[in-house]
């Protein structure tokens, strides 16, 4: 974890790799401008310039147009929209299918002296906390792996042996291929039923933004999803009441490793349904 000072605010990073071969997760810390960006590879897992995915180049690509610091946060969010698509065209990328492209969710905030402005894509977390310990999201989205994760669930309780004797990895291997064609769904949904930073023009119409005023905000949050505690049962709508709990006890640092911990009990994603042990994290705590 990195800390840095700035008159008046203390702020705090993480960037972590997950279980994964590369780390998605993208982070941002320019000026005023501080962002989350959470990278997803095409289905067809291709690699690139230097083995790199597309999910990695997605996000840092995005990142690289916000540290400009130039345009408002929704203009540079489109622009970074544009400069993904131009990645892919670059690298030989089929846009015309849904499965091929790159895509980034993404948090931006940058901080002015009264107030925050921010823009938000795809799964990743903004939340304001106020002196009184009270604490509000300001993106309240359906997550839509909850169809996915709930089916994970199912498959767990109907076909995981009692007695653990078969290897869990030969289960987990075999409902993940029952899976595939759940996670083309909702993939292929990407700027229709959810919006990313994919390329496409339509996601520009799924950007949320806004401007806040900071007055009785002690603490921002922003991170990407894989800083969530995890679950027993999905829930359409993720409660971050206990997230922020802990952050005030724990701090960041405290709160990254309780997560660790409880994915560490489960590396098999069977009592916490995920779709993998240990997710990408980027995240940036703002103390006012």
């Known amino acids: 974890m990195e800390i840095t000072h700035y008159p008046k605010i203390e702020v705090q990073t993480i960037l972590e790799k997950g279980t994964a071969v590369q780390n ?32 990695t180049i997605a996000s840092r690509t995005a990142g690289a147009v916000f540290k400009k610091n130039h345009f408002p946060l929704n203009q540079l969010a489109c622009q970074a ?25 993404a948090a931006v905030v940058r901080i002015k002296a009264q107030s925050l402005e921010w823009v938000q894509a795809g799964d990743a977390v903004i939340i304001l906390i106020y002196e009184n310990g009270s604490h509000r999201v300001l993106v309240n989205r359906e997550d839509h792996d909850h169809e996915t994760l709930t089916l994970w669930k199912e498959l767990v309780r109907t076909h995981l042996p009692q ?3 078969t290897d869990p990895q030969q289960i987990i291997d075999m409902m993940r291929g029952k ?31 806004g401007e806040e005023p900071l ?20 829930e359409p709508h993720k409660d971050f009441t206990d997230l922020v709990k802990t952050y005030l006890n724990l701090g960041l640092e405290g709160l990254k490793q309780m997560i660790r911990s409880q994915e560490k009990k489960d590396p098999y994603c069977l009592a916490f349904p995920r779709f993998k042990c240990h997710d990408d994290i980027a995240a940036i705590a703002v103390r006012f």
């Open 215 to 234: 007055d009785r905000v002690a603490h921002l949050l922003i991170f990407t999803d894989g800083l969530s505690i995890p679950q027993p049962e999905p």
């Open 163 to 165: 007695d653990h004797q």
């Open 81 to 105: 929209n544009d400069a993904i698509m131009a990645q892919m065209i670059s690298n030989g990328v089929d846009t015309s299918r849904t499965e091929n492209l790159w895509s980034t969710s």
């Open 24 to 55: 998605e997760d993208f982070l941002v810390i320019q000026d005023n401008i501080l962002g989350v960006f959470d990278g997803a590879t095409s289905l067809n897992s291709r690699k690139f310039g230097r083995d790199r995915t597309g999910g």
């Open 179 to 209: 899976l595939a064609h759940q996670i083309r769904k909702v993939r292929s949904g990407m700027n229709i039923t959810y919006g990313v930073l994919n390329g496409e023009k339509t996601a520009e119409a799924f950007l949320n933004q």
